[in-house]
């Protein structure tokens, strides 16, 4: 059985509430959202090198590191998984094109 987001963000959850000494999700968390965001970062660049070397494999593992410190950073900020999936759902209730269309211009 594949392992879902949500069941991942709940694992994250679990792990969050250990001492950082046992947990690398906790110890993350307890250096902040700046930390948070900035191995997010990290995780996008690799991945995009990952995408643009072909390497199929690499961008599968940094991917995962890439949704794995999301969800981390999302937690740091209190934000929950479903407010990002129902943002996707309200999204997705229309194509993508009429989405981008509707949306206000700053």
Sequence with gaps: MTLSIEALDARLAERAQASPEDSYTAKLIAKGTPKCAQKLGEEAVETV??????????????????????????????????????????????????????????
């Design 49 to 106: 090198i990952a995408a643009m070397s072909g390497d199929r494999e690499e961008l599968v593992k940094e991917s995962a590191d890439l949704i794995y410190h999301l969800l981390v950073l999302l937690r740091s900020e209190g934000v929950a998984l479903s407010e990002v999936t129902g943002e996707l759902d309200r999204r997705t209730a229309q194509t993508g094109l009429a989405e981008k269309a509707a949306r206000t211009r700053d």
